[in-house]
């Protein structure tokens, strides 16, 4: 069974939702619930993928107990890197399986509770993850609305909701919000994606005038970035609602990213969850070290290489293939060009607050947001080889 | 370390922002929000903390306070103090 795909997902969604309403508006606690649902969900999920599930297993069994490890004595160094080590087997070697078409030690999700596990390991590592119960580990870990594809929460604030037993009319406000984020996301996939997905038509560069190709080949990018972000945003305010069915509010992953001023912005507004993640765990680890060992001469030239980076692994993490690698590698120098423009032009100081500088900057942000996505979508490449065999 | 005022802090803390933010507007707008005044950004951020790691052996984790508790100069400063 696929999330947020298969009819038989969304009627054992409509199932569990309706339990979770019973017991919260009842006033009664809903991590067990949640807990045991989740199980239910990730049976459903795997049930079908038996190697799937015993990876996963094996992953979860790990990840807890380098954790539990780790928190015995949670500023040892040793222990912090051998942890960190063991929870990221999966997701590397499922990375480097996929160039050669295999699947090593992949499973559905395993990006995602990777993700999650790290951070619980860098928290109890920085001492601000004193102690965590097996169970609300495992509940953060495995909280099915979010498994196979975020959004990324993080421990403290998703157990602190875990563990609120909210006073009935609370608890309505979440469960309405959540059934309406549900549909709203519904829409947002299942009609304006699928809807745009029919325009959808990359070609290669043809014999027509060169203005008329251009035009074809922008109108690509356009409707695969548009589609991309009604199918994704939809799913993650689905991910959303469902959570919040079940007393968790799950962070928003999008925030309006077409209206960005410039790349800065755009990571603030796109796949929030994730962007926010690298920032905390590769952007700012690779500055504080940075800056602490004195790398580089100038903290624009750490800035710089940092985003460098955060984004080339980014990417790296979409896939090693030259289309995700570009794509990283991209976003990487735009904001490093971003950021050497904003801290050294004095044009920038004098005009950024001007109505027509922002309009400017706009316009340019979205067609480089666009052509971002035609990497992404390896339409760029496809061009370049047509160009290159003729 | 040597105990400091409430008032040496102040001033310490309010000269390091300065010189992060490449701007004075701080020591006047000691209340508002210095990410959304765009004073301040993840790498300013991280400066901070390092800044404040050095300069009074007070640790604080990129993760560890949420922005909405470390984002005007007045909050920096109460961080700070709670730590020493």
């Given at each position: 069974?696929?999330?947020?795909?298969?009819?038989?997902?969304?009627?054992?969604?409509?199932?569990?939702?309706?339990?979770?309403?019973?017991?919260g508006l009842?006033e009664?606690?809903?991590?067990?619930?949640?807990?045991?649902?989740?199980?239910?969900?990730?049976?459903?999920?795997?049930?079908?993928?038996?190697?799937?599930?015993?990876?996963?297993?094996?992953?979860?069994?790990?990840?807890?107990?380098?954790?539990?490890?780790?928190?015995?004595?949670?500023?040892?160094?040793?222990?912090?890197?051998?942890?960190?080590?063991?929870?990221?087997?999966?997701?590397?070697?499922?990375?480097?399986?996929?160039?050669?078409?295999?699947?090593?030690?992949?499973?559905?999700?395993?990006?995602?509770?990777?993700?999650?596990?790290?951070?619980?390991?860098?928290?109890?590592?920085?001492?601000?993850?004193?102690?965590?119960?097996?169970?609300?580990?495992?509940?953060?870990?495995?909280?099915?609305?979010?498994?196979?594809?975020?959004?990324?929460?993080?421990?403290?604030?998703?157990?602190?909701d875990?563990?609120a037993v909210r006073p009935r009319d609370e608890y309505a406000g979440l469960l309405a919000r959540?059934?309406?984020?549900?549909?709203?996301?519904?829409?947002?996939?299942?009609?304006?994606?699928?809807?745009?997905?029919?325009?959808?038509?990359?070609?290669?560069?043809?014999?027509?005038?060169?203005?008329?190709?251009?035009?074809?080949?922008?109108?690509?990018?356009?409707?695969?970035?548009?589609?991309?972000?009604?199918?994704?945003?939809?799913?993650?305010?689905?991910?959303?609602?469902?959570?919040?069915?079940?007393g968790?509010r799950?962070?928003?992953?999008?925030?309006?990213?077409?209206?960005?001023?410039?790349?800065?912005?755009?990571?603030?507004?796109?796949?929030?969850?994730?962007?926010?993640?690298?920032?905390?765990?590769?952007?700012?680890?690779?500055?504080?070290?940075?800056?602490?060992?004195?790398?580089?001469?100038?903290?624009?030239?750490?800035?710089?290489?940092?985003?460098?980076?955060?984004?080339?692994?980014?990417?790296?993490?979409?896939?090693?293939?030259?289309?995700?690698?570009?794509?990283?590698?991209?976003?990487?120098?735009?904001?490093?060009?971003?950021?050497?423009?904003?801290?050294?032009?004095?044009?920038?100081?004098?005009?950024?607050?001007?109505?027509?500088?922002?309009?400017?900057?706009?316009?340019?942000?979205?067609?480089?947001?666009?052509?971002?996505?035609?990497?992404?979508?390896?339409?760029?490449?496809?061009?370049?080889?047509?160009?290159?065999?003729? | 370390?040597?105990?400091?005022?409430?008032?040496?802090?102040?001033?310490?803390?309010?000269?390091?922002?300065?010189?992060?933010?490449?701007?004075?507007?701080?020591?006047?707008?000691?209340?508002?929000?210095?990410?959304?005044?765009?004073?301040?950004?993840?790498?300013?951020?991280?400066?901070?903390?390092?800044?404040?790691?050095?300069?009074?052996?007070?640790?604080?984790?990129?993760?560890?306070?949420?922005?909405?508790?470390?984002?005007?100069?007045?909050?920096?400063?109460?961080?700070?103090?709670?730590?020493?």
């Amino acid at each position: 069974m696929s999330f947020y795909a298969d009819p038989s997902f969304f009627m054992l969604l409509a199932a569990a939702v309706a339990g979770a309403a019973f017991l919260g508006l009842r006033e009664r606690p809903l991590k067990r619930y949640g807990l045991v649902a989740s199980a239910a969900f990730l049976a459903c999920l795997f049930c079908k993928d038996l190697p799937g599930l015993a990876v996963a297993a094996g992953f979860t069994v790990a990840a807890t107990l380098a954790t539990r490890w780790l928190l015995a004595s949670p500023s040892s160094n040793a222990r912090f890197y051998a942890s960190v080590g063991v929870v990221l087997v999966p997701l590397l070697s499922a990375k480097v399986g996929a160039v050669f078409d295999q699947n090593l030690l992949g499973f559905a999700g395993v990006s995602y509770v990777t993700f999650k596990a790290l951070q619980v390991l860098f928290e109890v590592h920085d001492g601000i993850v004193g102690k965590m119960g097996v169970f609300d580990y495992l509940y953060f870990l495995l909280f099915f609305p979010v498994f196979t594809s975020g959004p990324i929460d993080r421990s403290r604030r998703f157990l602190e909701d875990a563990d609120a037993v909210r006073p009935r009319d609370e608890y309505a406000g979440l469960l309405a919000r959540g059934i309406l984020l549900l549909l709203a996301g519904v829409v947002y996939t299942f009609v304006v994606a699928v809807w745009l997905h029919r325009f959808y038509a990359p070609s290669a560069w043809g014999s027509g005038p060169f203005v008329a190709e251009l035009g074809g080949q922008v109108q690509t990018a356009y409707v695969y970035g548009l589609y991309l972000f009604f199918d994704f945003a939809g799913y993650s305010l689905m991910a959303m609602g469902a959570s919040y069915c079940f007393g968790i509010r799950t962070p928003r992953n999008f925030r309006a990213p077409f209206a960005s001023v410039d790349i800065k912005d755009f990571w603030n507004r796109w796949n929030i969850t994730l962007s926010f993640w690298l920032r905390d765990f590769v952007f700012m680890r690779f500055s504080r070290l940075a800056l602490r060992h004195r790398w580089f001469k100038s903290r624009l030239t750490t800035a710089c290489w940092g985003f460098v980076f955060d984004m080339a692994l980014m990417g790296a993490w979409h896939g090693l293939t030259a289309d995700y690698l570009l794509y990283g590698l991209y976003h990487g120098l735009l904001l490093a060009g971003t950021e050497a423009f904003q801290k050294k032009s004095r044009f920038y100081r004098a005009h950024k607050k001007s109505p027509l500088f922002r309009a400017a900057s706009w316009f340019v942000t979205l067609q480089l947001v666009m052509f971002g996505f035609a990497l992404f979508s390896g339409q760029v490449t496809m061009l370049v080889k047509g160009a290159f065999h003729g | 370390m040597a105990e400091i005022t409430h008032e040496e802090l102040e001033g310490r803390m309010l000269d390091i922002l300065e010189d992060i933010c490449e701007d004075d507007e701080v020591r006047v707008r000691r209340d508002e929000d210095l990410f959304a005044l765009g004073l301040l950004d993840s790498m300013g951020a991280i400066e901070l903390l390092v800044t404040i790691e050095e300069e009074f052996g007070v640790s604080i984790a990129p993760t560890e306070v949420e922005r909405d508790e470390m984002n005007t100069a007045n909050l920096i400063v109460h961080q700070v103090e709670i730590r020493l």
